[in-house]
């Protein structure tokens, strides 16, 4: 503790959990979970700490070479022969064969009892319990495990209050039912007139002695993808005040409790007539009902059905009736419903994390396909501050052969896609009227390969290309592209981007948009022009000096990347509309915005988001004049200025995952009050962006603002938009590059992930002077990195480094 390294925690406590226990847990989960390796003797000589020249700790664990030897020596056996019959049998864990003299079932726990006992002998005056600290290490780190691992962990007394899973079974009905309920948001949001798709909850008979595990979690994941909760209470019996107090108290904010009329009865027909007079907008997509303890069967799920042939029903039983899956029909009548499935069972609402590995997966860093910071479990993502100790430093020649190896691939790439769209479209385009026509429907066939495209090819068809481009390749012109994109990054709270300024992210976009534009000269030698329309202060105001510094940053990459002042054009959003539609264009416009801002304001005077935030949301959308008001919050909620931490010491990202781990929870007894403080400054900021950011956008709709950026030019979308081409440079998931931090996953891609889950998957910081000592370039795997033999750090393995790559679709 006294050799702490720079930069480390400066609380001891949390320094040791950090720094040891939390590795040696870590150490324990990965080598029983992934490669069935039981880590039978932490305390031996076959395992140790590992320290630098200085003393200082490295947060590192390390397994000596004598593992790989069979003998009495070994710390950890392979789970070969024993393996499959203990999981057959649920054999108790410590009857699995171990060359150890300690049992494997008590070893860890026993382990950190005595670590605890060390720290209390150094520290004797801490005020907190250090073993309580390091439980809560362990149950931290013991979630989200293999099912038959911690099926194995649950047969040990010391495990059992440990081991945790969710059943494949589960997870597959929830994701399901989630995925259904995104696409009918979206298909709202097209689409205004769709109806309200809800998840309807109940009868929960009783939800005021007993949480329901997850469905806090859930009530986030459906509000965050656009749709809503809503509970049935079990009757005009049950008031609805104290059934919404009992979901408070067990984590559910301003929950929607539905009571039925004595006329109605208490079943689905009371339910459905309940919803219409609460909102006849509402279409309920998923039905879940509660198994009674008492009964055989959940009784009436049939009369669901027929009440709501369009949903998903779940039915919530405990493990010994839903482990199967099977549910058995209801004894009572009940209206047939002709080729219904039955609904599935699941024990809890719990879903396993997104950067979890999923099951039969290689055991290596993992990152989610998450698109948006709320599909995040942030309260079970680690933050592992112990990885700067383990960053990369590159000098200015390993940048530079770096960068050199990703355009050089672009370049190589370009011309295989130039020469097989002249192969595949040659002989078809023989009978073309023009040679333009024929040129044009060459680049359209380029634009529209897999490593560029993004959505569905009918947004830009051929027709539509003919039409936007032929008048310049006529001319002989190089064709006009706009691209809005953001010269920063949302770094606000450390959970999407570790730094304000462009990272590889953005490099790999430009070296992707060199790709494209090669290709395309090949066909057609004047080939392509873009503007990148930076949109700064356009919709929210930010810092000048900041945005100043990302765009000469752009610039700086554009011109590593290749990409010449001739062909691109890094320039600011509404200066462009100046340039080609006058000052008094943009004057109208801001006019109208103000306008349109004034009648917002208006219509939802009287609003407190941080009186009951949800309520308040759907309050807003009722009243919302024009319309995406509270879809636009949802998302500018997690990208807004943030405060700082109480004091002079900055806010973390542990800190801000607290926050946002359950952001509309204002309630006194749910978080310290700090988090709720700092819950309602995030709130009250996002509501005042949202307000601007909303008459923007219906400003910029009315004046035809974007398309007008450039007249005649081609408008260029990271969405998927019809009458736009769709590109996503670097492929995968679409997360905008200002919004995540650049990325080499394990596989050598270049990619975007949000920074937090980065660093629950223990990727280091690869600094480079490009952007300088002040922010990482990038994050790589740590198990793709290597000592350096001078001691100076860490390096990339060069092999590695050799596979890396853009993503091809």
């Given amino acids: 503790m006294d050799s702490r390294p720079d930069g480390a925690d400066t609380d001891d406590l949390a320094f040791v959990v950090e720094y040891f226990v939390r590795p040696l847990v870590r150490v ?25 020249t200085d003393l200082a700790a490295t947060g590192r664990v390390l397994v000596m070479d004598s593992l790989s030897v069979a003998g009495a020596a070994g710390l950890m056996t392979r789970r070969a022969a024993t393996l499959r019959a203990a999981r057959e049998s649920e054999t108790d864990l410590g009857a699995l064969t171990t060359w150890s003299s300690r049992s494997a079932a008590t070893a860890v726990p026993s382990t950190l009892h005595a670590l605890a006992e060390a720290f209390s002998r150094a520290r004797p005056d801490s005020r907190t319990d250090p073993g309580a600290a390091f439980r809560e290490v362990l149950a931290a780190e013991m979630r989200y495990l293999r099912s038959d691992t911690a099926r194995l962990l649950s047969a040990h007394a010391s495990w059992a209050a440990w081991a945790h899973s969710v059943p494949e079974q589960q997870e597959r009905a929830l994701a399901r039912l989630l995925a259904r309920l995104q696409d009918r ?5 097209v689409l205004p007139d769709k109806p309200l798709p809800v998840v309807l909850i109940g009868p929960l008979t009783d939800v005021v002695e007993r949480a329901l595990p997850g469905l806090p979690q859930l009530c986030r994941d459906v509000w965050h993808a656009g749709g809503e909760t809503v509970f049935l209470a079990e009757g005009p019996g049950c008031p609805a005040a104290r059934y919404a107090s009992g979901l408070a108290r067990y984590g559910v904010p301003d929950p929607t409790v539905l009571t039925p009329r004595s006329a109605d009865g208490a079943g689905p027909a009371a339910a459905a007539a309940a919803l219409a007079r609460w909102d006849r907008r509402a279409e309920v997509v998923a039905c879940l009902t509660v198994l009674d303890p008492t009964a055989r069967a959940p009784v009436g799920w049939e009369a669901f059905a027929h009440q709501f ?127 333009a026509e024929r040129t044009v429907r060459l680049m359209h066939h380029i634009l529209q390969r897999k490593q560029f495209k993004h959505g569905p090819s009918s947004n830009y068809p051929p027709e539509l290309a003919l039409r936007e481009m032929l008048p310049f390749v006529r001319r002989g012109e190089p064709v006009p592209m706009a691209m809005v994109f953001f010269p920063n990054k949302f770094a606000h709270s450390k959970l999407k981007a570790v730094g304000d300024l462009p990272d590889l992210a953005e490099l790999a976009m430009l070296v992707r948009l060199l790709e494209l534009m090669e290709a395309v000269h090949q066909v057609y030698p004047p080939g392509l022009f873009f503007f990148l329309a930076a949109d700064n202060q356009h919709y929210r105001a930010h810092s000048p000096a900041k945005l100043e510094e990302g765009m000469l940053t752009m610039s700086r990459y554009a011109g590593a990347a290749g990409l010449s002042g001739k062909v691109v054009e890094i320039v600011a959003y509404d200066e462009l509309a100046e340039r080609h539609q006058g000052t008094a264009f943009v004057a109208a416009h801001r006019a109208l915005r103000a306008r349109i801002l004034a009648e917002y304001r208006a219509a939802l005077r009287g609003l407190d988001i941080t009186l009951g935030p949800l309520r308040t949301l759907r309050e807003a959308d009722i009243r919302d004049p024009r319309g995406n008001f509270a ?9 807004v200025r943030t405060p700082g931490l109480p004091g002079a010491m900055p806010a973390t990202g542990s800190w801000w995952s607290e926050v946002y781990a359950d952001l509309y929870n204002l309630a006194e007894d749910c978080a310290t009050p700090e988090v709720i403080a700092a819950r309602k400054e995030v709130l009250t900021t996002a509501w005042d962006d949202t307000l601007r950011y909303v008459a923007t956008w219906h400003a910029d709709a009315h004046t035809g603002y974007r398309s007008k950026l450039v007249p005649g030019g081609v408008q260029v979308s990271l969405r998927p938009t ?62 793709a990195t290597q000592a350096r033999g001078d001691g100076a750090g860490a390096r990339i393995d060069p092999a590695f480094l050799r596979t890396t790559r853009l993503r091809r679709r």
């Fill in 309 to 435: 042939p369009r949903a998903t029903l779940l039915v919530i039983g405990d493990d010994a009736r839903a482990g199967s899956g099977d549910v058995p029909m209801p004894s009572s009548p009940t209206p047939q419903v002709p080729d219904r499935p039955e609904p599935d069972v699941v024990q809890a609402l719990e879903m396993q994390s997104p950067a979890t590995a999923q099951v039969n997966t290689p055991p290596a860093p993992t990152l989610p396909t998450a698109r948006s910071l709320s599909s995040l479990r942030l309260d079970v993502l680690r933050h592992n501050p112990a990885i700067e100790q383990h960053a990369v430093r590159w000098s200015g020649e390993e940048t530079r052969l770096f960068v050199d190896h990703l355009v050089t691939a672009a370049r190589r790439n370009a011309d295989r896609t130039a020469r097989a769209a002249r192969d595949t479209l040659g002989r078809r385009l023989v009978g073309a009227p023009s040679d």
């Fill in 631 to 639: 879809d636009l919050f949802r998302s500018l909620v997690f990208s």
């Fill in 185 to 189: 948001a979206r298909e709202c949001r």
């Fill in 28 to 52: 324990f989960r990965t080598a029983l979970d992934s490669y069935g390796l039981v880590f039978a003797d932490p305390l031996g000589p076959d395992t140790a700490f590992e320290l630098r």
């Fill in 722 to 783: 019809p009458g736009r081409i769709g590109l996503n440079l670097l492929g995968g998931t679409a997360l905008s590059s200002a919004h995540a931090t650049g990325a080499i996953d394990t596989r050598g891609v270049v990619s975007r992930e949000f920074a937090v889950a980065l660093r629950d998957q223990c990727f280091v910081p690869l600094y480079s002077p490009l952007l300088g000592p002040g922010q990482p370039f990038a994050m790589v795997p740590v198990t």
